[in-house]
């Protein structure tokens, strides 16, 4: 389960951004998840469980936003969201497609 070392690398953003900020705790954890991130979000929930058990994270909540998987067609322009990567473009069925958001793995917040 990859969410585990997701999990760990989550925490140790958040143990740097506490440290640089003098945080005494944290009790979020805020994240930007795309659906085609290649990520369970629920596997990360459990996982953070794990990782949090002391110190400055240990009744740190993690916050899981989802972004939606957005493309542009390249052959017509249209925008749209798709289930996965390999969806043709619902206006031309055109393969051919730039990913708008739906990749993303950041952490954006923390808040003590």
Do not use: Q
């Not at 009744?59 to 998987?69: M, Y």
């Amino acid at each position: 389960m990859h969410e585990f070392s997701i999990a760990s690398g989550i925490a140790e953003v958040a143990l740097e951004a506490a440290a640089t900020h003098h945080l005494e705790t944290v009790s979020i954890v805020e994240v930007n998840i795309g659906d085609a991130a290649g990520v369970v979000p629920d596997a990360l929930a459990f996982a953070w469980e794990s990782v949090r058990k002391e110190g400055l994270l240990e009744t740190a909540a993690l916050k899981i936003n989802h972004i939606p998987l957005v493309m542009r067609c390249s052959d017509c322009g249209t925008e749209y969201p798709a289930a996965e990567v390999w969806d043709p473009c619902p206006s031309c069925n055109g393969m051919v497609h730039t990913v708008l958001s739906g990749r993303e793995l950041k952490v954006i917040s923390i808040e003590s």
